[in-house]
């Protein structure tokens, strides 16, 4: 399955990692929306609807984890498959972004063809 036509919400406050993600998934067919930080993301969610959430741990404003529990907590968009994001390898924050209600856990710097398969799965 390609992402062809699927909205992906694509939220870090790094611009060179949102820069690569949005082109990997863009060349996959996908339509990239961008936020900066949790509370960003949260908003647009319920905006836009996204097929897929790629959502950072660690941002300024809003975190990863605070932005999840605000997305599970709307009935608009508590279905919406997330994707945590982060560059630690600690078992511990795998398993509190999975509680907090994430899908998956993808490690950076992570391959675009090993998020390709994270959406792919989430899907």
Same mark, same amino acid.
């Not at 062809?4 to 990997?24: F, S």
């Not at 949790?38 to 741990?57: F, Y």
């Given at each position: ?9 694509? /939220?870090? #406050?790094?611009? *060179?990692?949102?820069?690569? $993600?949005?082109?990997?998934? &863009?060349?996959?067919?996908?339509? @990239? +929306? ?26 300024? /404003?809003? #975190?990863?984890? *605070?932005?999840?529990?605000? $997305?599970?907590?709307?009935? &608009?968009?508590?279905?919406?498959? @997330? +994707? ?40």
């Amino acid at each position: 399955m390609e992402l062809k036509g699927k909205i992906i919400l694509v /939220v870090e #406050d790094n611009k *060179t990692i949102n820069r690569q $993600l949005t082109l990997i998934l &863009s060349k996959h067919g996908a339509l @990239v +929306i961008q936020a900066k930080d949790g509370l960003e993301a949260v908003g647009k969610a319920q905006n836009d609807k996204p097929d897929v959430i790629l959502m950072d741990l660690l941002m300024p /404003v809003m #975190d990863g984890l *605070t932005a999840i529990k605000s $997305l599970r907590a709307d009935p &608009s968009t508590k279905e919406i498959p @997330v +994707i945590m994001l982060t560059g630690s390898k600690n078992s511990d924050d795998r398993d509190q972004c999975l509680a907090y209600g994430a899908n998956s856990y993808v490690t950076k710097p992570a391959p675009g063809q090993k998020v390709v398969e994270a959406i792919k799965d989430v899907l």
